[in-house]
């Protein structure tokens, strides 16, 4: 962790904005003030950590080393240029952005710029992730030709109504919300392949009813009229190196839900369940005669939003780009979420980077 005490700002005063300016506190670093363009949120931001907010990051962009981009997707790509434009390093929460043309003009500014973008891919910082990309390294798993990525909720749509559910502010549903966490992971474990191909289907088989039966909802239910994105989605992924990867992903469904990532390699394979954090390692051996072991791998507790701060906060205090969550894997993920949607308008498999018109 750095030394080097870091002055930030952050910009949307939502829950996300109260969850960092938690860890801030507990950091080497400054928090200088929030942005955002609601006064109420505003307010109550000011009130909860005692800093000045205001209505325009120009206010304290000449103030703040750093800055964390946590509004609403739309809205990433305004605030993130305009930092990276003043040479202000950031952390945009996932995705990073909308729709594939705003993450391109990010990375576009991330390149010209004198500061660097990360990406809130947290999951890639928890521990056993760091177990199975070094296992990867050491060529443990041999050749890995499919993973398997789910992020599924039996029932979890975000509050219809909120901007969650508005394609035009969100730029989609399920997929782009808890699906891109999937993506990311997924490609991290195969090291960021370049995918040439995707097949998929999206669906809104749950948020459109006016029947649609749940325990919790995170904020209120505006009910159906409120909703115009998917609920869910299934894809498969080809790389340009052979690997593959089959994708679910749910915010509603009528199944139990599942968190799992199943690895399979020529020499090993692992199945890691992201909720409980568990990692199990599957391999076969002639020694002694022919046989099987499952190893359970135990690791440390690690809070994964945290231990991405610290990561974000030490390159900005050296002054140094990252090399995980980069801005370049960042819009990798984007252009497969583009690809995924546009298989699923199109009902065919289309090529990355092809307008397939």
């Known amino acids: 962790m750095t030394t080097q005490t870091v002055s930030v700002g952050i910009v949307g005063l939502g ?29 109550e931001f000011s009130e909860e950590w005692s800093v000045p907010t205001h209505d325009d990051l120009a206010a ?3 103030d703040i080393d750093a800055v964390l981009v946590t509004t609403p997707n739309r809205y990433h790509e305004q605030y993130a240029t305009a930092a990276l434009d003043a040479g202000v390093d950031v952390l945009v929460e996932k995705p990073l952005a909308h729709s594939l043309d705003s993450a391109e003009r990010i990375a576009d500014a991330a390149r010209e710029s004198g500061g660097f973008c990360m990406v809130g ?30 992020y599924v909720r039996r029932r979890g749509i975000p509050g219809r109504g909120s901007w969650f559910t508005d394609r035009e502010t969100a730029g989609g549903g399920a997929l782009i919300d808890i699906g891109v966490h999937a993506i990311d992971l997924a490609l991290c474990v195969l090291d960021f392949p370049e995918v040439v191909e995707v ?20 904020g209120d239910d505006e009910g159906p009229d409120a909703f115009d994105v998917e609920d869910s989605a299934s894809a498969f992924l080809r790389t340009a190196d052979g690997a593959t990867i089959s ?9 139990p839900r599942t968190d799992e990532y199943v690895i399979r390699g020529a020499d ?32 440390p507790d690690r809070n994964s939003h945290a231990a991405e701060l610290d990561y974000f906060l030490d390159h900005v205090a050296d002054d140094s780009d990252p090399d995980r969550n980069t801005v370049e894997q960042g819009l990798a993920v984007q252009r497969v979420i583009d690809a995924i949607y546009r298989s699923a308008d199109r009902r065919r498999a289309v090529s990355l980077g092809a307008s397939d018109d």
């Open 15 to 43: 829950g996300i904005a109260s969850h960092h300016a938690e860890r801030l506190a507990d950091r080497n670093a400054e928090l200088v003030g929030g942005v955002d363009i609601d006064a109420a949120a505003r307010r």
């Open 60 to 62: 304290i962009i000449d």
């Open 121 to 150: 891919f947290n999951y890639r910082f928890a521990a056993p992730v760091d177990v199975l990309t070094a296992y990867r390294d050491r060529g443990r798993f041999g050749e890995i030709s499919h993973v398997e990525a789910n």
């Open 199 to 218: 097949s998929a289907t999206t669906r809104a088989a749950f948020g459109t009813r006016e029947d649609y039966s749940y325990m919790h909802m995170w």
């Open 247 to 255: 994708l679910e992903v749910a915010w509603a469904t009528n199944r």
């Open 268 to 299: 090993a394979g692992a199945v890691y369940d992201r909720k409980s954090e568990e990692l199990t390692l599957y391999e076969t051996h002639t020694t002694g005669g022919q046989h099987f072991t499952e190893t359970a791998v135990e690791t």
